[in-house]
């Protein structure tokens, strides 16, 4: 894997985390609304224009990548955002990682592991 290829591929798995992160944020701020007021509260946090900015952003990234990548390549190695976000939200949100998903973790990165030696 080249520099460009790796430095792109960082760069969508950073912008899509700050994204998720930041509406999970959006969402869990402020929950003493319900139904159409609770969307209407939201609309006025920063973490969602976070969230909304930083996927625009992801969206040009992900096309950089995907532009030195083969498709099949591009998609297994973004997988990776699945075990990035998983582990984030456990920091920044106290989740829990039951074993299940623990085993997912550990066969999602192997599996991107296998992919990225080949690309």
């Not at 460009?4 to 959006?26: E, M, N, P, Y």
């Not at 509260?41 to 969230?51: A, Q, T, V, Y």
């Not at 297994?76 to 990035?84: A, C, E, K, T, Y």
Request: glycine share 10%; hydrophobic share 60%.
């Amino acid at each position: 894997m080249s520099l460009l290829v790796f430095g792109a591929w960082i760069l969508t798995i950073l912008i899509d985390t700050i994204g998720q992160l930041a509406f999970k944020a959006a969402a869990s701020e402020n929950t003493e609304h319900s139904g159409l007021n609770h969307w209407k509260s939201m609309i006025k946090r920063p973490w969602l224009w976070i969230g909304i900015v930083s996927y625009v952003f992801e969206f040009v990234a992900w096309l950089a990548f995907l532009s030195l990548v083969p498709l099949s390549d591009g998609i297994m190695l973004g997988s990776i955002n699945i075990v990035v976000i998983m582990i984030a939200g456990r920091f920044f949100f106290n989740e829990k990682l039951s074993r299940n998903r623990l085993i997912g973790v550990i066969l999602i990165s192997i599996g991107v592991t296998v992919v990225g030696l080949g690309a």
